[in-house]
């Protein structure tokens, strides 16, 4: 199995572009979420989904839209890319809701993105 | 919402056992508590969680406090593959904090 699949590994941006991070997982989980980690600091909770056309923000969502059209995929869009959003994203999925006796996350190996 | 405190960095010897601390004093009846860990260059992956009694994996134990406000997680013998950021977190909004640093000496 894939598990959870994360493209592309390494961006460069130009401020004020777009783009969109592209995660996949091949489980048949109903949870999805997206984090991004800045140096020496844990994981921020972006958005997240529990299902197909169920989406909801996480803890810093300004700057970020999802979308969750299958239960396969589930990308993230940058709108107009900020200096500030230089970062590691992960993306991670899990069969039950996450935290829950079910909802073991199992995580990409990150997007690293840069903006100039 | 409910969060965790853990010490920012721990230090261990090889093949010694390791006791990591977390603090949850505001956790709910229903939150399960979960660790996970984050080696160099990697995504986190997950290491065991618990409700309410002890769990024991392949991994790792886990040693929760009567009252739930406090767990513990038990590498029974660290290795240097050991060496990563440990976190905890709870149900609530799956929050990440900065986690623990476990460093392994030879």
């Known amino acids: 199995n894939a598990g959870v699949t994360q493209t592309p590994k390494f961006q460069v941006l130009k401020t004020g572009q777009s783009m969109t991070l592209q995660c996949a997982q091949d489980?048949?989980?109903?949870?999805m979420s997206w984090y991004r980690q800045d140096p020496g600091m844990g994981l921020r909770l972006i958005h997240y989904?529990?299902?197909?056309?169920?989406?909801d923000q996480g803890e810093v969502p300004n700057g970020y839209n999802v979308s969750r059209s299958t239960t396969e995929d589930f990308p993230l869009r940058l709108l107009s890319a900020a200096p500030s959003q230089t970062s590691v994203y992960f993306c991670?999925?899990?069969?039950?809701?996450?935290?829950?006796?079910?909802?073991?996350?199992?995580f990409g190996e990150g997007s690293r993105l840069t903006v100039l | 919402d409910a969060k965790t405190t853990q010490p920012n960095s721990m230090e261990s010897n090889e093949e010694e056992p390791v006791h990591l601390p977390c603090n949850h004093s505001?956790?709910?009846?229903?939150?399960?508590i979960h660790w996970y860990r984050q080696l160099p260059s990697q995504g986190p992956e997950y290491v065991i969680h618990?409700?309410?009694s002890n769990v024991n994996n392949r991994m790792a134990s886990l040693a929760i406090a009567e009252d739930r406000k406090s767990s513990t997680l038990i590498l029974h013998r660290a290795t240097l593959r050991d060496a990563a950021v440990y976190y905890c977190?709870?149900?609530?909004?799956?929050?990440f904090g900065a986690g623990t640093i476990l460093r392994v000496k030879s």
């Open positions: 489980m048949n989980h109903e949870y």
């Open positions: 989904s529990v299902g197909a056309g169920i989406t």
């Open positions: 618990g409700l309410t």
């Open positions: 991670a999925s899990s069969y039950g809701l996450a935290g829950t006796n079910t909802g073991e996350l199992f």
């Open positions: 977190i709870l149900q609530n909004k799956l929050v």
């Open positions: 505001t956790i709910s009846g229903t939150d399960y």
